[in-house]
C-alpha cells in the first residue's frame, strides 16, 4: 500500500463515527492507525470510553469530542499503532515451566546437544534420567538424530532420552534400563516402531514409543504460586511483543485453573480462547460424555476474557519427527530414518472413530479442531466435516484445521467452502523448510502453508506460533514474534535455505497484519470485539516504532513494540514507564 496519498485519501473519507453519549476518558491522536477495519482504512485519532472504542476519525474530529478534566489526551506523535496482535495457537502454562529447573540453551547443531547433555551428566547424579525434548531433527545444521553412541559419549554413566515429538532417541544404558534389546517384541497393542540396524540391533530410535522408557525421574516440585508467577512472566513477555489475545489449543482443567484465577485477581493480561482437549481412546460412550461435558462448561458462556470455543484432539503424527500422514509415502530418509518406501505416517485415529467424535462437537454448536500436518490428514478431516455438513451446516461454526501444513489444491477450495478456519504456524516455514525440501522435493511443498490460495478462494486463515516451550519471542520452541510470523508470509524466506519458498503464496503486508488481527479474531469468535480498531471494539492496540506499510521488508521482521494497551489500559512500555 502507498501511503501518504493513499492517507490523506482515506482520511478525507473516514466517517466520524463517534457514539452518543458521555464525553471519552481518552483520546489517542496524531498517529498512524492501521484500523484493519474491512476496507483497511489508516486514520488519525481514536476515542475511548469504558474501555471501547467510541470514535474513529482524525485528529480534529476526535480532539473535538474531548471534555476537560475528563477525557485525557495522549499524543502518540506520529507513531503507527495496530490492534493488539493476536496468536491463534501457544501452550502457554506448560511454555512457562520449560526452564523452571533450569535454562536450556538454544541448539542449532548435534554438537550444541551433546555439550547439553554432557553438561547435565555433570550435575546430574549418575544413573538418573536425562531428558531433552522438542529439539527437532529438521532445525538441526546436519539434520538427522544424533545416534545412541554419541548420545553414549556423551552422558555414559546416564540414561539419556533425546525426544521429538512422539519419537525419541536413547542410549545404551536407556535401552538395558528399559529391557529393550534385539529380542524385542512389541505386545500392548498399541503404534509404535523399534528402529533396528542391519544387524539387528536396535539403533536407539524409538518411533510413537516413549511410553516403554522406563523413566524414574525425581518429580519436580511446583506451587500453583510457581506457575502463576511463571504465566504471568510468559504473558508480561506477550505484551512485550504486541501479543493481547491468544488461542490455548490444548487447554486442560490445569491450565484453565490458572487462568482463572489470574482472571479473579484482575492479572490476566492476554485474553485467552480455549481449545478444550478431551480422551481420545477409550469407550466411544465415554468420549461423546466428555464431549458433552464440555459443551456443559461454564466458561462456554460468552466473555471478552477467557471461553471455550471447542475442542482439539490430534490427529495425526509431525512433520518434524516423521510421522504426519502424507497421501503419498514418506520414502526412505536419512534425515527421519525412515526404511520402509510405502511408510505414509501415523494416523492415531481412524475416519470410523473420528466421525461421531466431530458429529457431536458439531452438535453442541462448538469449533473442533484436530492436529493436521500431512495432507493425509488433513484431507480425512475434511472429509469428515462435508460428511458432518450433510447433516449439521458447519459453516457458522468455524471448524478448525490446525497446523495443516501440507494441503492440497482441492483442500483449499473445499475449506473456502465449508468456512473451515486453518490456524498455520508460518514459522515453520521459515525453520523447517530447508529440511523439508531436502525430504520431499520443491515440487511437493507446492501447497505447504498455500495462504494466499487460501485468501484468494475466499476462505480465512489465522496466524500462530504453536509456542510450546520456554519464554523468549525468538529462542522459545516455536518462536512466537508475530512480526518475524508476518515477514515469513510475505517473503516465504527460510533461515539456511536460498530463495523463496513457493513465493507465489506469499501474502501481502496487508494480508499478513490482518492474518494476526482480524482473521485471528474471527477464528476465535471473538470478532464483534476484538481484531480492529472499530468504534464498538475493545481499545486493545499497540504502538510500534516503524511503519510496517512501508518500511523496508527486512526491517518488518525486527519491529519492536512501544506500547501495549489493553482496553485502554496500559500494559507494556518499551520505556519502562
Ligand atoms: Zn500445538
Known sequence: MKSPLLLVACLALAPLSAAEGPPPEAVFHSGKIVTVNRDFTLSEAFAVRGGRIVGVGTTAQMRALARPGVTELHDLGGRMVLPGLIDSHVHPSAAAMTEFEHRIPDMDTIADVLAYIAGRAKVEPPGDWISLSQVFITRLKEARFPTRA????????????????????????????????????????????????????????????????????????????????????LFQDYNKIGLTTVADRGANAQSIKLYENMLGRGDLKVRVALSHTFPTSGSPEAILKSIDELAAHPLRAESGWLRIIGTKMWLDGGMLTGSAYMLKPWGVSTIYGIQDPLYRGVLNV????????????????????????????????????????????????????????????????????????????????????????????YDRMRYFQPLRSLLAAGGIAGGGSDHMQKIGDLRSINPYNPFLGMWITITRGAKWYEGQLHPEEALTRRQAIEFYTRNNATLLFWEKELGSIETGKRADFIVIDRDLLNCPIDDLKTTRVLQTWLEAKRVYSSSGQ
Open 150 to 233: 554419541e548420545l553414549d559419549a556423551a552422558a555414559p554413566h546416564h540414561p539419556v532420552a533425546f525426544h521429538t515429538g512422539p519419537d525419541v532417541m536413547v542410549n545404551s544404558l536407556a535401552l538395558a534400563r528399559s529391557g529393550i534389546d534385539r529380542n524385542f517384541v512389541l505386545k500392548d497393542g498399541r503404534e509404535g516402531y523399534l528402529e533396528k540396524d542391519a544387524n539387528g540391533e536396535p539403533t536407539g530410535l524409538l518411533r510413537s514409543l516413549a511410553r516403554l522408557l522406563k523413566k524414574t525421574s525425581r518429580s519436580v516440585k511446583t506451587t500453583d504460586a510457581d506457575r502463576l508467577k511463571w504465566l504471568g512472566d
Open 350 to 441: 481412524s475416519p470410523e472413530q473420528l466421525l461421531p467424535m466431530v458429529r457431536r462437537v458439531a452438535k453442541h454448536g462448538m469449533q473442533f479442531t484436530a492436529h493436521v500436518q500431512g495432507d493425509g490428514a488433513v484431507t480425512t478431516l475434511m472429509d469428515i466435516y462435508e460428511r458432518v455438513n450433510a447433516e449439521i451446516p458447519i459453516k457458522n461454526l468455524r471448524m478448525g484445521l490446525t497446523h495443516s501444513s501440507f494441503m492440497t489444491r482441492e483442500t483449499v477450495e473445499r475449506v473456502a467452502r465449508l468456512g473451515v478456519v486453518p490456524d498455520i504456524q508460518p514459522i515453520w516455514l521459515y525453520l523447517d523448510a530447508r529440511t523439508l525440501v531436502q525430504q520431499f522435493g
